[in-house]
């Protein structure tokens, strides 16, 4: 199966120079409150897809597992260092667009910045719906097209894409941007319902970051969020969706093992060797090693 190409962060330092040297406390802050008001307070299962290293992965704690799947080991071990080997956390290398697990399993989902990176957001969008419960809560952030920056910089003339058109922008590759109503079509094609929709990051400007300190406008922002029911013009959009399509339901899992298939042949009894899951189907082996389940490629 052919698969759109993947945004490598293997061996990025993105956690730090991103988020802990690079001055985004007010953007981490307004996430955290965002998230806060579209989480379920509780709950078994959880997929955070593109978990990265496990930034917001403390923000799940009302779950009794997390999966945290990124396609970049050198993510997933900074969670690990972070967040320690425990029954709560499984780290599971994986490309969004093939995803290794049966369907029908997750009570909820969390994808925040990384539908950013999807060249055919409808197909990821497509593989996560299947993943989920009947009634399951999708939680999903994405990187908006019509912010006001955008809009000013193109009535300017200084900017050549156009923000109101429904098509993605790839601004650097790999990197795009969406149209908040294309989004909320494709997942409504999928048959999620939107429950909310919140606007985050309304202040992501360098000289107000400079002099207002970030908790006092993260603060605002929370104030603001909720206008996102009506508008979207920030940079940022959360929205919460339920699966409302009548999919198959499994019961919740006990063993790790059970939560898997094959990616390449869709096998649902996978066998635990030492070393490695065992595909008998089509005689795959994907490695585990070091408390990650590595599903990028079959072992050799
Ligand atoms: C911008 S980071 C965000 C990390 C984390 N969600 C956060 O907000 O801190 C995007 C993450 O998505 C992951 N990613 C990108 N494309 C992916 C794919 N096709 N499958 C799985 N993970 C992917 C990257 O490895 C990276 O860790």
Redesign the pocket.
Known sequence: MTTPP????EG?D??RS??EQGGREYEDRA?AIALKRMLPASGNLML??????G??TPRYSGFERIVL????TT?LIQAQEKLGCSDQYIYVA????RLPFRDGQFDAAT????L???ADAPK?LRQIQKVLRPNAIFILEFANKLNLKSILRYLLGRQKWNPFTLEPVEFVKLNFDFHPRAIRNWLGELGFSIEKTLTVSHFRLGLLKRIVPARLLAALDGFFQPTGKYWQFTPSVFVKAKNKSDSRAESASLSVIDLFKCPDCEGEKLEQNSGHLHCPICESNWSVENGIYDFRERMK
Do not use: K, P
Request: hydrophobic fraction near 40%.
């Open positions: 993947v945004c490598n962060y990025s993105y956690q991103f988020w996430e955070e897809l593109g978990a990265g290293a930034r917001n799947l990124d396609y970049s993510q994986a490309d969004i667009y994808m925040i910045r990384a950013h990176h999807m990821a």
